[in-house]
């Protein structure tokens, strides 16, 4: 059988979809990262001593996540994408502003990884690696819906 670059094996073939599905949550991840860098910096106010830290660290967290879709991809044969989403990131200092664009952003998120997982049926070790990932972005929906 031909080595077409969307075998994974003889008996299973990654679809198109889901190439295409990961790189959309990948190019969504590095987005998060640049945003959540952003406001780290220019988050202004005494809320700057608890957010800045927060943001820092959700920004590792995206980069991260970036790292296992890049993986996942590498693993099914599929081109990562190297640019990040091309939706805007809201330049403010205002922190409720920028909770508002962490909330929506981890939705949307949260939204692309569980279209990701049923493509992901039989392939265990990485079903579980993505499913890792919709949870901590559940978790993140959850804390700020609470913070808001
Ligand atoms: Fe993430």
Do not use: C, W
Not at 45 to 71: D, K, M
Not at 72 to 87: E, F, I, K, M, N
């Amino acid at each position: 059988m031909d080595a077409a670059p969307t075998m994974v094996s003889s008996e299973t073939t990654t679809s198109p979809e889901l190439i295409e599905k990961l790189n959309d949550a990948l190019a969504r991840e590095m987005r998060a990262e640049a945003m959540y860098a952003h406001y780290a910096a220019y988050v202004k106010g005494i809320h700057r001593l608890h957010l800045t830290p927060y943001f820092e660290r959700e920004a590792s967290e995206s980069a991260a996540h970036a790292q296992v879709v890049r993986n996942t991809l590498v693993r099914l044969g599929g081109v990562a994408v190297t640019q990040r989403h091309a939706q805007e990131i809201k330049h403010t200092t205002d922190y409720q502003t920028m909770l508002e664009q962490a909330l929506k952003t981890e939705q949307q998120s949260r939204d692309a990884y569980r279209g990701i997982l049923p493509l992901l049926e039989g392939e265990a070790e990485l079903y579980d690696a993505i499913e890792q990932i919709l949870f901590a972005e559940e978790r993140s929906v959850e804390e700020l819906l609470q913070v808001m």
